[in-house]
């Protein structure tokens, strides 16, 4: 089975299911786990992230302009059985429509599946759906991260539930939702600012600090927490900033805003940030700022 991953969720997904083998092409997001680095990239992006900054970034996408296009011929000359792709979110890949579109016109006759995830539990049931398409069975991975979700769980039943805000983009300011309220619960924490499962909008400063967090994560969608310290003066100066009592920053990319198997870990580091129970965790996945 020739496998094309459009989604670093769904690389994610193959990974886990110990699928690497398989894997005949990537996005250039697709950074896990290390083995991929051999594997040919089948997209580029129109923008550089390193030199653009959060607010001409969204301005970018969110008036039109993709992120993300398709090396065509490379994805003819790859010839994938499957292709993992999403309709949920037009920042974090190319969509669904797209990739049928170009399948069509390669006429090419490889399947395509839109993964779109909302919750924790449609994140994980994800591995069953891709299993399923590629012939194998999920079933001892997800026992394997289930378990790992009950342990934070039961290790922070009975304890104090801290008001918890979770900021997945800077500027605008825009809550994270989806998934990330539910591994704030799992994790110990009284999630603010959105609901399970809820696709977000830019809210003002002011809903923050109205909120009352007790606890502010930092999570920016793409960026590795260096990126997301670089831009910290965007909030440093915002009225209230000082008198917030934990502010940490966390890698987004990696455990909050891709939907697969690591929210699995996100969950354990929150556990750690929120209670100091669970598994260790190091400065590259959460580091308090404040």
Not at 31 to 49: F, K, N, S, Y
Not at 113 to 134: G, H, N
Not at 280 to 286: C, L, Q, R
């Given at each position: 089975?020739r496998i ?7 690389t994610?997904i193959?990974?886990?299911l ?5 894997l ?8 896990w ?5 051999g594997i040919p990239v ?9 030199r653009?900054?959060?607010r001409?970034i969204s ?6 302009s993709g992120l993300?296009?398709m ?7 790859l ?8 309709d949920l979110?037009s920042v ?5 429509s ?7 016109r ?5 399947t ?5 995830p ?11 759906t891709?299993?399923?398409?590629l012939?194998?069975?999920a079933?001892a991975?997800?026992?394997a ?7 934070v769980?039961a ?15 800077l ?5 994270a ?7 704030i ?7 603010l ?20 967090p007790d ?9 590795p ?8 003066h965007l909030l440093?100066?915002l ?10 920053v966390?890698d987004?990319?990696a455990?909050y ?6 929210i ?9 940030v929120l ?8 400065a590259?996945?959460a580091?308090r700022i404040?």
């Amino acid at each position: 089975m020739r496998i094309l991953s459009l989604l670093p969720a769904a690389t994610d997904i193959v990974a886990e299911l110990g699928l690497l083998p398989d894997l005949v092409g990537r996005t250039h997001e697709c950074d896990w786990p290390a083995e991929v680095a051999g594997i040919p990239v089948v997209t580029t992006t129109g923008i550089d992230q390193d030199r653009t900054s959060s607010r001409e970034i969204s301005a970018a996408v969110h008036h039109g302009s993709g992120l993300y296009e398709m090396d065509t011929a490379l994805l003819a000359r790859l010839r994938p059985d499957v292709i993992l792709t999403q309709d949920l979110c037009s920042v974090c890949a190319i969509s669904y429509s797209r990739v049928t579109e170009t399948v069509r016109r390669l006429e090419a006759s490889a399947t395509v599946l839109s993964l779109e995830p909302r919750t924790f539990d449609e994140v994980l049931s994800c591995m069953d759906t891709v299993a399923d398409l590629l012939g194998t069975s999920a079933a001892a991975p997800l026992a394997a991260l289930r378990r790992r979700v009950a342990a934070v769980r039961a290790q922070v039943a009975g304890l104090p539930r801290p008001r918890v805000a979770a900021i997945e983009w800077l500027d605008p300011l825009w809550p994270a939702g989806h998934w990330v309220p539910e591994q704030i619960t799992y994790a110990g924490g009284t999630p603010l600012l959105a609901r399970p499962g809820e696709h977000t909008s830019p809210m003002t400063w002011d809903r923050v600090l109205e909120a009352r967090p007790d606890v502010v994560l930092l999570l920016p969608c793409g960026f590795p927490p260096e990126r997301t310290l670089a831009e910290l003066h965007l909030l440093t100066g915002l009225p209230g900033w000082a008198e917030l009592p934990q502010v940490w920053v966390l890698d987004g990319p990696a455990y909050y805003n891709r939907p697969g198997p690591r929210i699995v870990r996100g969950t354990e580091v929150l556990a750690r940030v929120l209670h100091d129970v669970g598994p260790p965790i190091d400065a590259s996945e959460a580091r308090r700022i404040q």
